[in-house]
């Protein structure tokens, strides 16, 4: 007979593990090698049996106590090792799950209603200052007429099959099994006389009108929950949630970069050399930049307090001004503008192909 792998070894835990790490470990079993995971699998259902008794014992202190010990040798009359029915004090750690109980009837509250999601576009000025919206959710709702039960009279009638418990017990091995009643899914209760407004669904397809406020600062990602504006839930059960999805469109000057708001302003050559000013517009306002002499292109400008509100604190962001360096294009090259830039040519004393530039421009003229 093969000797018995040591406890700690089984659930893979130091042997000063707290009872906490004892828990988790022989969770993590427990569902890696549950014969329901693994139907046929003999190897795997040892383990499992294995990984059981090891927890039976480990997690009891005295129990413990006794086998750090004696070890194995601790296994006389008094001293349990596996045992079948220890499954029943698992239902902490496996709860429903793979269905392990101590066999009582399960209450219910009917089958809780789905999530819903919704898709909402929004401009770039509305997510940065919000607002409140008005949208309309096609959902299930509980049915007027029966109230929800989903029966003409009001009246269920119990599941023969589970006997009104809501779950069906099956043999497997050495333990048993609990899982829902196919035939009421779960509920214990079935309709004999189905209601002629939802036909025994107990809810009807109905559109709800909701107003949503928008804080400003959201994004194109984020997600506001909305509890209970889901679908209704079956017979009573609770109703789901309602997702509303925020996509920003584009905005034709602006970029965001989290609570910041950039954009790229173009000056001309002489511009830059000898300085300007120049109005901005802003998400709030109007602003002025004064621009020095020998601004070099890719130079910023922070407007502090312009940008955007971040959705998670006071803080407002920054407008960010960034300068680029406008080219003309060939079209727009008169003749006295070809002569000022050949004038400027020959102070910087730079080589320029003229013949090329006045070719484009003919082609362009």
């Not at 045992?83 to 392990?100: E, Q, R, V």
């Not at 997510?127 to 008005?134: I, L």
């Not at 109005?279 to 602003?287: A, G, I, M, Q, R």
């Not at 020959?346 to 090329?356: D, M, P, Q, T």
Request: with cysteine; net charge negative.
């Amino acid at each position: 007979m093969a000797s018995k792998r040591d406890y700690y070894e089984v659930l893979g835990v130091d042997r000063d593990a707290s009872p906490a790490d004892i828990k988790s470990a022989y969770r993590k079993l427990a569902v890696k090698y549950h014969p329901d995971r693994n139907q046929g699998n003999a190897e795997a259902e040892e383990k499992f049996k294995e990984s059981a008794e090891a927890y039976a014992v480990l997690s009891d202190p005295e129990k413990r106590a006794r086998y750090d010990r004696f070890g194995h040798q601790a296994e006389q009359p008094g001293f349990s090792g596996f045992d079948p029915s220890i499954f029943g004090d698992f239902s902490d750690i496996l709860g429903d799950f793979f269905g392990f109980g101590t066999g009582r009837r399960r209450t219910s509250r009917g089958t809780p209603g789905a999530d819903l999601r919704y898709d909402l576009a929004m401009s770039f000025e509305e997510a940065a200052f919000g607002r409140e919206v008005e949208i309309r959710i096609p959902r299930l709702e509980t049915c007027e007429r029966c109230s929800g039960s989903g029966s003409r009279s009001g009246q269920l009638t119990p599941c023969d099959t589970c006997g009104g418990q809501g779950r069906v017990r099956y043999t497997q091995g050495f333990f048993s099994v609990a899982r829902p009643c196919p035939d009421c899914s779960g509920e214990g209760r079935i309709v004999t006389d189905p209601c002629s407004e939802c036909q025994g669904e107990g809810r009807t397809e109905t559109e709800k009108d909701l107003k949503v406020t928008i804080p400003p600062g959201v994004d194109s990602g984020i997600r506001l929950r909305l509890r209970g504006e889901g679908e209704h839930g079956r017979r009573g059960g609770p109703p789901g949630d309602l997702d509303v999805l925020i996509r920003v469109k584009p905005h034709e000057r602006f970029e965001r970069h989290g609570s910041d708001v950039h954009e790229q302003i173009e000056l001309t050559y002489s511009q830059l050399v000898l300085g300007t000013s120049i109005k901005v517009e802003t998400l709030h306002d109007e602003e002025s930049i004064k621009v020095p002499a020998g601004t070099s292109p890719g130079h910023e400008f922070r407007l502090r307090g312009k940008g955007i509100k971040d959705l998670n604190s006071h803080h407002r962001g920054d407008h960010i001004v960034h300068v680029a360096l406008r080219v003309p294009k060939p079209r727009d090259l008169d003749d006295e503008y070809l002569d000022l830039l050949r004038k400027l040519a020959e102070l910087e004393g730079a080589e320029v192909h003229e013949g090329v530039l006045s070719k484009v421009k003919n082609l362009f003229g």
